[in-house]
């Protein structure tokens, strides 16, 4: 609330300012426009002037978020295929900054030079052809190189596994409000699934006949995965839409009723080594929803634990068999 | 009918005049009025969920005036946040962005700007206005109704919005959203129908396409998006109503909800995804182009100078409009779409930079060796220029399959559409209405309040929405009722004040634009019939309404719309004035 | 685009010229939804729950005759046109009977397929049946325009109020009644291959 009064208090500040710019008689801020369309030409230019003002403060503003809040996005990617999303990521976001400070530079100089002056003589410039296939090839080019980027990556990215690949299968199941992780187990394979099967003791709705399903490992809370091995992710839902969203691997996929959809990752640091590189002892990596899926939506989370391979089997065999 | 009108004879009751007219310019302001009173509650409804946001489980006042049993205890409940969620969005893009920007400016501004008496059809116009009236009717009802209002976000994906049982507001609520819908649809589409039969059939003499102003040309793209699109979204709704109402299985398969198994099988949530967004793409041109075409004509004419590059504007128009009808994929990176389909939809998506970079740049390069007159009109057409880069730029960045698979749906997302959409047509809307105030109600605006409100507006509103992308880029979702749950936010605390401080200040900055506008209604100056010195054809019309717009003949047009500072001539000339002697038409 | 006309004898109610564009325009948004439709009907059909079902000979007569509604109706169109009178009122309500026929065996075809236990709604329904229902039913409704627009234009025939100089009120409804005949007939073709493959 003290933010909210401080800011409040600028605001009364702001207005004060203006109401002197305009020579500190109220009856001034309620003036009628005057009849030429030039209003006035010192007016035009503290209007310059405040753009000028808005850009260094917007440029400011931008720093002081980047200084304070630019250590808080998502660390160093924990998968490997994150590491090429990162450095797209940081490849556009370069291009789109420069862009993004050359515009606003060129809009702000602009207002301010060109604030109207009776003795000024505006250019009659209606086109030219060079200009403008300019600047329909020179952002054409630059999206050849993001498009080619983005698609490689897209590829190789949304790749399933092959079924000869070692890795580890996991299923991840919502429904409102929760998720649920189920293992292949040690034939590799999920047993088959079906809502009319669903009861209480049953939430996944599991084909009890079906043998591939008996070794099964269905676990909640928080669910492990070995680092620098293949995890292939099968999504399921129960009820409504979900989505699977893991911003530390980079990766998300929408769960769907009536559909499986898929995604995989290797995982590329352990739980402990993020903690080391993002220096706070109590980093977890989370599985989040993202898609809007009734009251508790918000409220919808499962802890991942990345350790190595031999913690992992140690963590796996804990766990009991569906049958 | 055979009734004769004249200038003096013609009388009119009240009911006909100001209820139901079919006075284009009288429909203009029916829209503007409705569609803004429905922005002003669409706003309200932001700041309230700000301050959950900004300060979750806190208690406030305001709540328990506002919201009622929305809030017991002053605080909102999760569900009933995801219904002031929806009904935002819902609210903000269609009845304020749709209905009360494009209702507003393309009745007002179509047959002023073209050279016409009405529109084409006056008695669909009318119609058009009353359905989105019923409309907007139909949605504030869904606000009082048991379970309360549509909560499963604007998009209203199915199977939560088809389910009763998924969420509270999936009841009556949901069903009174989808009539609202229908009817808002059949309105706009007949209200489109009648501007592109009216661009294209009534044109007064000399009026090419290419002297149209360019204002007319981006109204003309959205009609012809809205007549293509809309229907199809009207498909989308009407099987969601068959899937709620009698039974279908459309959207659902393999569904178990409130302790049973659904007897529905063969649907896709998916298709819906897709039915939604091929509407949904291009409801964000219909959203934006009008505000673009707005600011063509007002950075020329505070500029004293032509637009640069008028064709290349013409063709960014049709060809933002064109691929708009292509790239709605990008919606659905994650949904585990085909990858190589994502991938075309890559390419489409990230072509439409090409002509928004014409545009932004074209208005630059207008700007430069102007004589600009910073009207309040003016002031928010720069700001919009500054948006649209600002917002488009990051579109790169989520038009990227890869890249959206970890910025998909979150607050990135949310800081991206305000800005390129949001705050670009709500500039481009407060630009219109400064400017064409004079034609409209036949006073001027004030100018310093106006000039308040923009920095107010300005400021506060990348103050709200420029920090959302650092959220993004943390991974926080939206729609979340709080961040609390997850300790990896817990840095954003502050933020999160901050935004909701200046959304708290954004909408006290518009009480004054609402202020200035109903001071200037009353009290305002008189307006002279030329007031900015344009050249477009509405600036001929007298300043005191009639219908038929002219009193005499419709002036015929002999030149483009920007011939500011032409050299060797006066320092505008009107498009209705004939070339001097010897005088070459600007080429362009 | 020379609409000089001075506002003293401008007709505020409608604007003639104006009509056909507006139709037209609004045959391209018709399309564009069962547009949305069909597009439906071929991502569901990819579905493994999709179920296949013969349709009942009885679309075929309606198609017949809905074929037969638009060459009357033509035919009665060019009558007016050479400014032949009588023919046309007979031609019209042919026409209008015609349309009811369609719609009647559209009804008897529904009912066949409800009697072989192909549902819209409920439990037993699939989506390939509700889609069948929902497009033939949306297709009448928009017969409904159509049929109302002939009563209009029988009536007024009737009256006498058409001649050689007068009859863009017909070709509105002609064009219009054309569209809905290509229209069934596309949605049949549509589905009939959907419900077979």
Redesign the interface.
């Known amino acids: 609330m003290l933010l909210l009064s401080a800011f409040l208090f600028i605001l009364i500040l702001f207005l004060i300012t203006f109401f002197y710019l305009k020579g500190g008689d109220f009856k001034e801020m309620f003036k009628e426009n005057p009849d030429d369309l030039k209003f006035d030409e010192q007016e035009n230019r503290t209007q310059g002037w405040l753009f000028i003002a808005f850009g260094i403060g917007f440029l400011l503003f931008i720093l002081f978020l980047i200084f304070k809040w630019g250590g808080s996005i998502l660390p160093e990617s924990g998968s490997v295929h994150g590491a090429d999303v990162d450095s797209l990521m940081l490849i556009t976001g370069v291009i789109i900054s420069i862009v993004f400070v050359i515009t606003h530079v060129l809009l702000f100089f602009f207002v301010f030079k060109y604030a109207f002056n009776k003795n000024r003589k505006p250019a009659f410039f209606t086109h030219n052809l060079k200009l403008e296939l300019l600047w329909t090839a020179l952002p054409a080019m630059v999206l050849v190189l993001l498009i080619s980027i983005g698609l490689y990556n897209w590829n190789s990215i949304m790749k399933p596994l092959d079924d000869k690949d070692d890795k580890v299968l996991i299923e991840i199941y919502a429904k409102q409000f929760d998720w649920t992780a189920r293992y292949a187990g040690n034939d590799g394979k999920l047993g088959r699934a079906n809502i009319v099967l669903i009861n209480n003791a049953n939430f996944l709705g599991i084909d009890t006949t079906d043998v591939v399903s008996f070794d099964d490992k269905i676990v909640k809370n928080e669910f492990h995965i070995p680092v620098n091995k293949p995890v292939q992710f099968v999504f399921r839902a129960q009820d409504v839409m979900h989505s699977a969203y893991m911003p530390h691997f980079r990766a998300q996929m929408n769960c769907v009723p009536g559909l499986k959809t898929q995604f995989n990752f290797t995982p590329k640091y352990t739980t402990q080594e993020m903690r080391r590189i993002t220096k706070n002892p109590d980093f977890d990596y989370m599985l989040l929803c993202n898609k809007i899926c009734g009251m508790a939506h918000f409220a919808m989370k499962m802890k991942i634990v990345v350790e190595s391979e031999e913690d992992y089997n140690k963590w796996l065999a804990i766990n009991p068999t569906f049958r | 009918?055979?009734?004769?009108?004249?200038?003096h004879t013609h009388q009119e009751s009240f009911i006909s005049k100001y209820i139901f007219s079919?006075d284009h310019k009288m429909i203009a302001k029916q829209f503007m009025i409705t569609g803004f009173t429905m922005g002003f509650i669409g706003i309200i409804m932001s700041v309230l969920f700000r301050l959950q946001l900004g300060w979750p489980g806190e208690r406030f006042w305001i709540n328990d005036l506002l919201l009622g049993s929305w809030a017991n205890g002053g605080v909102i409940a999760p569900d009933k946040y995801l219904a002031l969620v929806t009904m935002h969005g819902t609210i903000m893009v269609f009845f304020m962005l749709t209905a009360g920007l494009s209702g507003t400016f393309s009745n007002l501004l179509i047959p002023l700007q073209i050279?016409?008496?009405?529109m084409?059809?006056?008695?669909?116009n009318m119609l058009s206005y009353w359905i989105f009236f019923i409309s907007c009717i139909v949605m504030l009802v869904s606000l009082g109704v048991e379970g309360g209002a549509a909560s499963a976000g604007w998009t209203i994906y199915p199977p939560l919005s088809a389910l009763p049982e998924a969420i509270p507001g999936s009841g009556l609520g949901m069903t009174l959203w989808l009539v609202a819908m229908a009817l808002f649809i059949t309105s706009s589409?007949i209200g489109s129908?009648?501007y592109?039969?009216?661009i294209?059939?009534?044109?007064?003499?000399?009026?090419t396409f290419t002297r149209l102003p360019l204002t007319i040309w981006s109204f003309l793209v959205t009609a012809i998006l809205g007549?293509?699109?809309?229907?199809?979204?009207?498909?989308?709704v009407?099987?969601l109503v068959?899937d709620r109402s009698?039974?279908?299985?459309?959207y659902l398969?393999d569904i178990y909800i409130g302790g049973q198994a659904l007897?529905r099988?063969?649907?896709?949530p998916?298709?819906f995804e897709?039915?939604f967004w091929?509407l949904g793409h291009p409801e964000v041109y219909i959203v934006l182009l009008p505000s673009l075409g707005i600011t063509s004509e007002i950075v020329s004419t505070m500029s004293r100078k032509p637009i640069f590059g008028y064709k290349f504007m013409i063709g960014s128009i049709l060809a933002i409009g064109g691929l708009s009808f292509i790239v709605w994929g990008h919606h659905m990176f994650v949904t585990g779409m085909n990858p190589f389909l994502g991938a075309v939809f890559t390419i489409t998506t990230l072509l439409i930079a090409i002509p928004s970079a014409i545009k932004v740049f074209n208005y630059l390069t207008t700007l430069w060796r102007g004589n600009i007159i910073f009207s309040p009109a003016m002031l928010f057409s720069i700001g919009l220029i500054s948006t649209f880069i600002t917002g488009g730029l990051t579109g790169l960045i989520l038009g990227d399959a890869t890249l959206d698979i970890n910025v998909h749906d979150t607050y990135f997302v949310v800081g991206h559409f305000h800005i390129v959409m949001g705050l670009s047509a709500v500039f481009g809307t407060f630009a219109g209405v400064y400017h064409w105030f004079p034609k409209m109600f036949g006073k001027m605006m004030n100018n310093t309040w106006g000039q308040i409100h923009f920095w107010i507006t300005i400021v506060t509103a990348y103050g709200v929405f420029f920090p959302m992308h650092f959220l993004g880029l943390a991974g926080v979702p939206r729609r979340y009722y709080t961040n609390s749950t997850f300790p990896m936010f817990d840095d954003f605390v502050n933020l999160n004040e901050i935004i909701s401080i200046f959304a708290i200040i954004a909408f006290l900055g518009q009480l004054i634009f609402l202020f200035n506008f109903l001071y200037s209604i009353f009290k305002g100056k008189k307006a002279t019939q030329n007031p900015w010195n344009s050249n477009t054809l509405e600036w001929t019309t007298p300043v005191k309404h009639?219908?038929?717009n002219?009193?005499?003949?419709?002036p015929?047009v002999h030149r483009w719309p920007y011939d500011y500072n032409k050299p060797g001539y006066e320092e505008f000339i009107p498009q209705n004035i004939p070339l001097k002697e010897g005088e070459i038409e600007s080429s362009h | 685009?020379?609409?000089?006309?001075?506002?003293?004898?401008?007709?505020?109610?409608?604007?003639k010229?104006?009509?056909e564009?507006?139709l037209w325009?609004?045959l391209?948004?018709?399309i564009?939804?069962?547009?949305?439709?069909t597009?439906?009907v071929i991502?569901?059909s990819t579905?493994?729950?999709?179920?296949i079902f013969a349709l009942p000979n009885t679309f075929w007569y309606s198609s017949a005759v809905i074929i037969l509604s638009s060459i009357t109706y033509q035919i009665g169109f060019s009558f007016i046109k050479k400014n032949n009178l009588k023919l046309p009122k007979i031609l019209f309500i042919s026409t209008l009977i015609l349309g009811f026929a369609f719609i009647y065996f559209q009804y008897i075809g529904l009912t066949n397929l409800y009697q072989q236990g192909i549902y819209?709604?409920?439990?037993q329904?699939?989506?390939?049946s509700?889609?069948f229902y929902?497009l033939t039913v949306?297709h009448i409704l928009h017969l409904f325009f159509g049929i109302i627009s002939l009563g209009v234009v029988s009536t007024k025939s009737i009256m006498n109020k058409y001649n050689s100089n007068n009859y863009s009120g017909v070709k509105l409804s002609l064009t219009y009644w054309h569209f809905l005949g290509i229209l069934w007939l596309y949605l049949f073709l549509f589905l009939s291959i959907m419900m077979s493959k």
Do not use: C
């Not at chain 2, 007549?227 to 989308?236: D, E």
């Not at chain 2, 099988?265 to 896709?268: K, N, Q, T």
């Open positions: 009918m055979d009734i004769i009108h004249s200038e079919r050279g016409a008496r009405d084409a059809s006056g008695f669909i589409l129908l009648n592109i039969v009216t294209i059939n009534l044109r007064t003499k000399g009026m007549v293509l699109s809309f229907p199809v979204l009207l498909s989308a009407l099987l068959f009698f039974g279908t299985s459309f398969s007897e099988f063969g649907g896709s998916i298709l897709h039915l091929f009639i219908h038929g002219w009193p005499g003949e419709i015929e | 685009m020379e609409n000089n006309l001075s506002i003293s004898n401008y007709d505020f109610s409608e604007n010229k104006a009509q564009p507006l325009i609004g391209v948004s018709i564009m939804f069962f547009a949305g439709l597009s439906a991502v569901s579905s493994a729950a999709w179920k819209a709604t409920g439990n329904s699939t989506t390939s509700s889609y929902a949306l």
